[in-house]
């Protein structure tokens, strides 16, 4: 006996299921938030993005979380997010110290925050 599966292979767009990954939003969990801006989403949703994000008072010269829009550095600091409407992303993520270094090169101690916009 042969069985045999197929599959059309649709998948859905990851900005259309909402996510339960501690580290990333898509636009479908924003439907819920009271409030437009990406820190408004943070602060409800994922509100250890920002304590994660606070500066150490015992190290001075640390910096800020840098948030990066569609491959490009935005800003820094958390406050940044709150100038991102949420009608215009379709999905952030928070990367670690480590994490954030690997994908954009040092210079990264409290992490990032890369948003990726709707498309147009």
Wanted: charged residues 15%.
């Amino acid at each position: 006996m042969i069985l045999v599966a197929c599959s059309h292979g649709v998948r859905e767009s990851p900005e259309l299921a909402p996510s339960h990954d501690a580290d990333f939003l898509t636009a479908a969990n924003f439907v819920e938030v009271k409030g437009g801006t990406l820190y408004d989403a943070v602060q409800q949703l994922r509100p250890a993005w920002i304590l994660r994000t606070r500066q150490n008072p015992v190290l001075p010269a640390q910096t800020n979380v840098i948030i990066y829009m569609d491959g490009a550095r935005y800003g820094a600091g958390i406050d940044g997010l709150r100038t991102l409407a949420l009608s215009a992303i379709a999905t952030a993520r928070y990367f670690s110290p480590l994490e954030a270094t690997a994908r954009f090169g040092p210079g990264h101690p409290l992490g990032a925050i890369e948003v990726i916009t709707q498309p147009h």
